[in-house]
């Protein structure tokens, strides 16, 4: 007998799509979107379309196994382990992590995760309760969005931003940095209902993506150099009395140093047109444009928080908005995030107090994971000796592969990779245990892209032996002893729906009314922004800065940021060249800007190993402009070495006109899928952000030479 099953999609990306999964006879054999839901509107993108093959693939973990060969690449995949029950998994787990709890102390143990799931249990719940009780290191996790999230709320206070369904009114779109087509897609027909009346599409990306071929106007611009486009614009409506004074005189702080920095020589048109490589006429016109089309919206991505002044970048553009006014216009403002807007009670999911009853008794230390390589190979007190790496391929995504690699390698490290399918990072596992899909767990989705919260029900029983990470982690705990506690504190043994309640047990008005079993009656709920809990976009649009309301310390939009000025940083935003760019000595030795991007079919590094998510791909690419690739005698197809101090990886050279002179791309694959066991991260750095301590991706200078490999 069929039936139909609501669930939500929890991968990393902003759209969280309503799913129906079709159920025959216990076994899903349909996925498709659900049509009620008011953003994603009935479709799915490329990657989740095929699912069913994720889900039901013959290379799918589905027992826990134990590694019988040395660690490694070259042994790795099912030979490389036996099967073991999960008694003897838990066991040796738990042996080991007390016996290096006793010797070194708890914090030698590092939980290492990141967004494999964004469902609130899975992502972050029971695993944090585990950690924190056992007093193992805290992991700072920034490895994706810090940079540009923690530079939002430098100005705005909060991760709020334009609803999606409102760019369907706006008049100028700029997708500043956002491949709206390639991971953002269902904010692609509310863009395209906005051209239809009118509206034009202006793409600022140094890569001319598959959103840049759409655009009316796509501006190439040098990498990690768009807060100085951003300071040139705001001069030029500045200087014509472009902004809207009356909002910037009630609604922002330190307009006066905003204009006394954007009328420095630095910020003149000439001058940023070398820094930036875009026309000075060209920066005029898109400032003039952008100030008086209304409204005027920005869709600004985490591309561009990927340098080292990745923060003063996203602040940058933060503050367009801001003096235009436009934050006041149904279709007007901007969106980096709106995860800010999901008021769920975290600590009853995450339970941080349970540090204070740890071995330390205190707040462990912090870990940051996008100096794994660092943290793995440095002598730190207590250094690193266990890590439990779950929804993250850590020896793929982290910067500086090539020390990841030899961290992992060491022989007196223990790993568990809790994963879905042998990976890069399993190759390098004592322990691997098997994990359920969306399909086989029941969740809680927010969103950081929309405001309607979700659950998403389990569609079918969990393969072979897999678990979730709340069933893992539950398990864990209860054989650590943790949940024995003298005063009757049960978190380790609440249900998944205890923990749902938990997480919606909040005070705030955005989710009066707000349930578990609402939530299970209706497919998806628009956050209470109106207070009856019935209001949608169309007729009650939510216009978070309309009246100023900044949750800032001052109550307004903080164009100068006394946070920043404590810590040593410029209190309003300028260019500074990073120390890896054209503009740097280094770029004597390493000439070419490298993008190390994400592919348009993959979702960092989950679907790379799917044959139908392969053939949308061509892989071992290295993008080339005409240039660059003539004067080193390259042409399209040949084998060629990129290389730095850092490291080196033979790819096929694309001489195309998807980048320009200076500047090379690559596209974040699996090490295991190259020839050479490696990926574009032996050439990245683990050099952090100014703001939020981000990864510095794309700060990353090479030279190329024709290969003969």
């Not at 309760?129 to 193992?136: D, E, I, K, S, V």
């Not at 707040?363 to 000796?385: C, D, F, H, Q, Y």
């Not at 190759?427 to 899909?437: C, E, G, H, K, M």
Request: one cysteine or more; charged letters at 25%.
């Amino acid at each position: 007998m069929k039936s139909v099953v609501h669930a939500a999609c929890p991968h990393d990306c902003p759209d969280a799509c309503g799913v129906l999964i079709t159920i025959d006879d216990g076994r899903a054999v349909k996925i498709q979107g659900d049509p009620a839901h008011p953003v994603t509107r009935g479709f799915l993108c490329a990657k989740v379309t095929k699912y069913l093959e994720r889900v039901y693939s013959p290379e799918r973990l589905l027992y826990p196994m134990r590694r019988i060969a040395p660690k490694g690449r070259e042994n790795s995949g099912p030979v490389a382990f036996e099967r073991i029950t999960w008694d003897e998994a838990l066991d040796a787990i738990t042996t080991k992590l007390r016996a290096v709890s006793d010797e070194f102390g708890p914090e030698a143990i590092l939980p290492y995760s990141y967004g494999g799931t964004l469902g609130q249990l899975n992502n972050a719940s029971m695993d944090h309760r585990l950690f924190h009780r056992l007093g193992a290191s805290q992991l700072n996790r920034t490895i994706c969005a810090t940079a540009g999230g923690d530079a939002l709320l430098t100005v705005l206070g909060k991760k709020l931003g334009t609803e999606p369904e409102q760019f369907r009114k706006s008049k100028y779109i700029i997708a500043w940095g956002a491949n709206i087509h390639g991971n953002n897609v269902h904010l692609w027909p509310f863009i395209e209902e906005a051209r239809r009346n009118g509206a034009k599409l202006v793409v600022i990306d140094p890569y001319r993506t598959r959103t840049a071929k759409c655009a009316d106007w796509h501006i190439p611009i040098n990498p990690g150099t768009d807060v100085a486009l951003a300071l040139c614009m705001m001069r030029v409506i500045i200087q014509e009395s472009l902004h809207d004074a009356d909002y910037v005189a009630k609604y922002t702080l330190g307009f006066d140093e905003l204009r006394s920095r954007v009328m420095e020589d630095a910020y003149a048109p000439e001058r940023v047109a070398q820094i930036t490589g875009i026309p000075a006429n060209d920066i005029i016109k898109l400032a003039r444009e952008y100030a008086t089309a209304r409204p005027a919206v920005i869709r600004v991505n985490y591309g561009v928080q990927r340098s080292e002044n990745g923060g003063m970048n996203v602040r940058a553009i933060t503050m367009l908005p801001c003096i235009t006014g436009s934050w006041k216009e149904v279709g007007g403002g901007l969106q980096l995030s709106t995860s800010g807007a999901f008021p769920l009670n975290k600590e009853s999911l995450q339970r941080p107090d349970l540090m204070f009853k740890s071995p330390l008794r205190r707040v462990a230390r912090v870990i940051n994971m996008s100096e794994l390589g660092k943290a793995l190979l440095t002598e730190s007190s207590p250094p690193v000796k266990a890590v439990f790496v779950y929804n993250s391929n850590p020896a793929a995504v982290a910067p500086n592969h090539n020390d990841v690699v030899r961290g992992f390698l060491r022989p007196d490290l223990f790993t568990v990779v809790h994963e879905q399918f042998f990976t890069d990072t399993t190759d390098y596992a004592d322990i691997v245990l098997p994990a359920t899909t969306f399909f086989e767990h029941k969740e809680l989705q927010g969103a950081y892209g929309h405001y309607y919260l979700q659950v998403s029900n389990q569609a079918i029983a969990p393969l072979g032996e897999c678990k979730s990470n709340v069933g893992l982690f539950r398990e864990l705990a209860i054989r650590m002893g943790f949940d024995k506690c003298e005063d009757g504190d049960a978190c380790f043994r609440e249900s998944t729906d205890e923990m749902i309640d938990g997480a919606l047990d909040s005070e705030h008005e955005w989710l009066k009314g707000v349930t578990r079993q609402r939530l299970e009656r209706e497919p998806q709920i628009r956050l209470n922004f109106t207070g009856d809990g019935n209001a949608d976009a169309e007729s009650a649009p939510y216009l978070p800065f309309a009246h100023g309301n900044f949750p800032t310390a001052s109550g307004k939009a903080e164009l100068y940021s006394a946070q920043l000025q404590a810590k040593g940083l410029d209190p309003v935003a300028s260019f500074i060249a990073p120390h890896e760019s054209r503009h740097s000595k280094r770029a004597e030795t390493f000439p070419l800007e490298l993008l190390s991007r994400k592919a348009d079919n993959h979702l960092n590094t989950t679907f790379c190993n799917l044959p139908g998510h392969q053939k949308m791909e061509e892989p071992h690419l290295l993008e080339m402009s005409p240039a660059d690739a003539g004067s080193r005698g390259i042409r399209d197809g040949d084998a060629v070495l990129v290389f730095n101090s850092r490291g080196e990886i033979t790819l096929k050279a694309r001489v195309d006109g998807a980048v320009r002179a200076g500047v090379v791309a690559a596209k974040l694959d699996w090490a295991r899928l190259n020839p050479e066991g490696k990926n574009i991260n032996v050439l990245t750095s683990e050099t952090l952000t100014e703001i939020g301590a981000g990864a510095t991706f794309y700060s990353c200078l090479v030279e190329v030479r024709k290969s003969s490999g």
